[in-house]
């Protein structure tokens, strides 16, 4: 089993639907989790950090974390043609320290 | 102002030999990370300089070195390069090295190996 399990999809949903991505882990030493979007040919782009469990909100992004069933999820509102690319859920146990990533979900949204 | 920036932004090799690519951190980072990402695949911790010291390395071999400069700029070195190392090498860098922050990353080299 691998320490992080995302499903790579491809999701595609039409402009201004609820888009929900999710990634699930093992390690219960987890405290430090992150989304990252990285569109093609480009590195990763840090959109959401989130520290323990709860919820974090940035305008049309919102983080979830529930460590007690090791689920965290992001959901976008209104979703734009911009918002295809692929979305990376990271984590790690320490703050500063190496970072664990999903394999990705990649997002298509037709306008 | 700048980010990570990494150069070259592509390179082609031939199994055997060997590679350096660099990566020069965002104004005021001091930690750099180096990540391999497989096409497909979500990246892969390589190792994380701090004050010019390798602090944390992952499951790599050996083949895979590297140096941090006093002005937190770093290089990646893999030798006798495989098939297998054909993919992007990203460079993330943060502020301060146990920081509650997440990573920068650089837009990548990609590397093939033929």
């Known amino acids: 089993q691998k320490e992080v399990e995302q499903d790579p999809g491809p999701l595609s949903v039409p402009e201004g639907a609820i888009v929900s991505l999710n990634c699930t882990y093992s390690n219960s030493a987890f405290q430090y989790f992150m989304w990252y979007r990285q569109y093609s040919r480009k590195g990763p782009e840090l959109l959401m950090y989130t520290y323990s469990s709860g919820n974090k909100e940035d305008g049309r992004f919102t983080a979830q974390v529930d460590k007690s069933s090791k689920y965290i999820s992001l959901f976008i509102r209104d979703s734009q043609p911009s918002d295809s690319a692929t979305y990376l859920c990271?984590?790690?146990?320490?703050?500063?320290?190496?970072?664990?990533f999903g394999k990705g979900t990649t997002l298509s949204v037709s306008s | 102002d700048a980010g990570v920036t990494q150069s070259p932004t592509h390179l082609i090799k031939t199994r055997g030999q060997q590679v350096t690519l660099r990566c020069s951190p965002k104004s005021g980072h001091d930690t750099v990370s180096w990540y391999q990402q497989a096409l497909g695949q979500g990246p892969q911790f390589i190792f994380q300089?701090?004050?010019?010291?390798?602090?944390q390395r992952g499951n790599f071999p050996d083949r895979f070195s590297g140096h941090q400069y006093p002005n937190y700029s770093s290089e990646l070195n893999v030798n006798a390069l495989l098939l297998g190392d054909s993919a992007l090498y990203l460079c993330?860098?943060?502020?301060?090295?146990?920081?509650?922050?997440?990573?920068?990353f650089g837009s990548g080299t990609r590397l093939t190996v033929v």
């Open positions: 990271a984590m790690s146990d320490q703050a500063g320290t190496a970072l664990i």
């Open positions: 993330a860098s943060s502020p301060g090295q146990g920081g509650n922050y997440g990573y920068t």
């Open positions: 300089y701090y004050e010019e010291e390798e602090r």
